[in-house]
């Protein structure tokens, strides 16, 4: 479902009232690609002369264009897309010229609908054609219509579009698209394709140039990361690509998100082990304990191989935290298969888990199973699971009190750090941690700054490190990607679009703009 652009609009530049810029603001809702979707149509947003809407316009949604980045997976993603849209209803009535977009998985599943139901939306576009938002924006207002434009497959590898990096110590760097699984209960296959696979070439170029602007920190992306190579014939590939981007000068965390555990294999637990990099953390969804209901669920494997692999990459690396997401309430889960899942996890002890009631999704296969159970029982299985978890997360971090860990200090994950004097962080294992900064030191970590410090305290989902205030251990790094943060924040830092570099005017600037990266194809 396409149309060309008239050739009454040979450029892709907003036009405002006396040549001022139009603000933008993207708002996202659903999984980590979505995250980096949305900074890819930012950085488009961006490269077409928009600009990013301020932090109190953003908190406001005051901006002359807001795009809505949707997710598909959930139950209740249409009633956060409606909600989100009925409220922006009155401010385009108060506004006049404000566009509203849509895109993302439920964009690409619902299509015209969008429009049909709420019909003050300007652009409606998918998952496979992200570069075309510019151009639908500016083809809306020239028609004066909505504008649906949904491709059936990819043309443009969203890693080749500029991007405009939320972050400038940490970024995601998709490694792939799509995925070639057949979980009967997810519609990502079906809205996202079939797995394409990036050249390792083009994804250590980014890399490097995420590192050349100051990030330590990048988190390889893709629907199933340890697939990577099987379209270009190299299933060690993704071991390979973790040792190569490790490498690379200057980066300190390699992270990664999300292998399968059917294809989870050794050389890549031999790789994170023996690349210093690598961080010692893994997401491992294990989606259900009962092999009945994996089967029912398509994944191909079974409980004792999934704590095999958690062995094997405990005995590889015993300090490692290993996440996962969970499923409760699968058609036909009996009470004996939620046992199942209660004795995985139990034996697995996970750091945390994302844990999801089942959500039926309509063309997915599960959909029109039988066995489909009452609410009240999936809502009181997921509270005894959760109660579970806690109390496993709980005692995963009590054995943390006492261990000195280095932190990656965030800029925005502590909500309550005003009030506490503390700054917030990430330690290796991935762990949130608050931690306490001397009064008046000279030496104040910055976003971006690696900090020393001992963990004082546990709760269930983050550690507490006072050690500052307390006598103990705190040594701050100042780093490159400090330097980095500083410059963006006083306005000093350079813009990387697809047409060019331009330096900063003196004004405060949004995060780093990367077009392109350029390396020899292997």
Known sequence: MSTSLPAALPELRPSAPD???RTYLVKTLGCQMNVHDSEHMAGMLEQAGYVAASPVQAAAEDADVIVINTCAVRENAADKLYGNLGRLAASKRARPGMQIAVGGCLAQKDRAGIVERAPWVDVVFGTHNLDVLPVLLERARHNAAA?????ESLKVFPSTLPTR???????WVSISVGCNNTCTFCIVPHLRGKERDRRPGEILAEVQALVSQGAIEVTLLGQNVNSYGVEFGDRSAFAKLLRAAGAIEGLERVRFTSPHPAAFTDDVIAAMAQTPTVMPQLHMPLQSGSDRILRAMRRSYRSDKFLGILDRVRAAMPEAAITTDIIVGFPGETE???AETLRVVEASRFSSAFTFQYSPRPGTAAFDLPGQLPKAVVQE????????????????NQAQVGR???VLVAETEGRKDGSTHRVTGRAADNRLVHLAVPPATADAPRPGDLVTVTVTHAAPY??????AVLGGTFEVRRTAAGDAWNRRRTGEEHSHGGS???CGTGAPRGPVVLGLPTLARR
């Open 19 to 21: 040549d001022a810029a």
């Open 147 to 151: 504008q649906v434009e949904i491709e």
């Open 165 to 171: 990096r939320e972050s400038v110590y940490a970024g």
């Open 336 to 338: 004996e298969d939620f």
């Open 381 to 396: 299985r997921f509270l005894r699971l959760t109660a579970l978890q806690d109390r496993i997360s709980h005692e995963e």
């Open 404 to 406: 000195t860990v280095q």
């Open 462 to 467: 983050h550690l507490v490190a006072d050690s």
């Open 500 to 502: 060019g570099d331009s």
